[in-house]
């Protein structure tokens, strides 16, 4: 549908309404004046005459307007036509009337200039009227052409309780949402060069030992050819763990993370990560241990949350100090079960508390590949602990704190 029949169809309904109305009025009118005056036949012939007249030239007037203000480049020119055809109306039906009364010259006069009087007085309301709808549409004109050149915090500021208010206040929060939508595009435009940087970082690192040790065994500089290729394999292992984690975490953003919940006990999974993990712990001298109530039942993948608390166990290990511990802690609360990861390092800084959970954000000291981590776990976990109906946060000290909610069974 074309905006040019959207127009047309406009243009006639307007057009029909006015000569409804013209009509309505007109025979209302004579209504009244039957009712009120008891003409004669000679004064109804005067009298319908008359209306005719002033029907056919307020018609013509109407749709005069009409065609102008459709063209009109101004507000206040349009309201002052509108006006002036509305007195030139009055007037005429006023000295049409004066006329057929037989009014003396010096009262028809009188009438007249009181006639003259209204029309200027309406003509300054109108312009008066005018002024303000104009200045408030220029405002609103203004801003549009401000956000349209790029300004996104430019506002009308218009504040009325009518239409053109209510445009106005559609146009302010259009533009509010149009700075709010580009803030989030400059933030996310930000996160993936982060994004692709640490990446970078990630793959470049085991890529150059790689090809180093590449070179170095063709060259045969290698004096311990098994040592090299036990390097060579650890590297090929930290990148099969680095795209696995990317491609998990890809799942987890797009929502395509499929779990497979089952009952089970989240002590004995929690006893089976420190297992797992206390190799780890005791070359760093670290105690590891569970604390807990006993059995805790609840429903859910039991591979993923695995993978959630040995992630959480092995930063936990990375950032304690030697001689320190590490404890899971396991507790209930109304309708859920929870665990807390918690160690004796230094804790969370307060600028990472908000974005502890981004991809790839990670302490400076843990940045040195000999730290391990790819800085992925925590925002894996958050996706698996989320994608389970939980919730994970981080705690308050001392130490490290790390604290999940699972839905209990």
Do not use: C
Request: proline share 4%; glycine share 10%; aromatic share 4%.
């Amino acid at each position: 549908m074309d905006s040019h029949g959207v127009g047309r169809r406009l243009s006639i309904r307007t057009v029909r309404t006015i000569a409804l109305g013209l009509l309505a009025v007109t025979v209302a009118a004579l209504a009244v004046a039957e009712a009120a005056m008891q003409p004669t036949p000679a004064d109804r012939v005067m009298l319908y005459t008359t209306f005719a007249g002033m029907l056919l030239a307020t018609s013509v007037l109407a749709f005069g307007a009409l065609r102008f203000t459709r063209q009109a480049r101004s507000l206040v020119s349009t309201i002052r036509l509108v006006a002036l055809a509305a007195v030139v109306v009055a007037g005429g039906a006023v000295a049409v009337s004066a006329g057929t009364m037989f009014l003396s010259e010096h009262d028809l006069r009188l009438v007249l200039v009181a006639l003259g009087l209204g029309m200027g007085l309406g003509l300054v309301l109108a312009v008066a009227v005018a002024s303000s709808l104009t200045s408030d549409l220029s405002s609103i004109s203004s801003a549009a052409h401000r956000v349209a050149a790029g300004d996104l915090t430019a506002r009308s500021t218009v504040e009325r309780g009518d239409e053109l208010g209510e445009a106005a206040e559609a146009f302010d929060g259009m533009a509010a949402r149009l700075q709010a939508a580009e803030i989030q595009r400059l933030r996310n435009d930000e996160e993936r060069r982060r994004l692709f940087a640490a990446i970078g970082h990630d793959l470049r690192t085991p890529l150059t030992s790689l090809q180093a040790a590449i070179e170095a065994l063709q060259d045969g500089v290698a004096t311990d050819p098994a040592r090299y290729l036990r390097m060579m394999s650890k590297d090929v292992a930290d990148l099969e763990r680095l795209i696995e984690d990317l491609t998990l975490l890809a799942r987890i953003d797009a929502g395509r993370l499929e779990l497979r919940p089952a009952p089970f006990d989240l002590s004995e999974l929690a006893d089976e990560a420190v297992e797992v993990l206390q190799p780890v712990a005791a070359a760093r001298g670290i105690e590891i241990r569970v604390d807990g109530p006993g059995p805790l039942p609840v429903e859910a993948d039991s591979a993923a949350l695995g993978r959630v608390l040995r992630n959480l166990l092995d930063n936990a290990i990375r950032h304690s100090p030697p001689g320190g511990g590490v404890t899971v802690e396991l507790g209930v609360e109304p309708d859920w079960v929870v665990a807390s990861i918690v160690d004796d390092g230094p804790g969370f800084a307060d600028d990472m508390l908000d974005r502890a959970f981004d991809a790839f954000v990670r302490g400076d000291e843990a940045r040195r590949r000999d730290g391990g981590g790819s800085g992925l776990g925590l925002a894996i976990a958050k996706g698996l602990i989320e994608g389970h109906g939980g919730d994970i946060v981080i705690g308050e000290g001392p130490g490290g704190r790390v604290r999940l909610r699972l839905p209990s069974r």
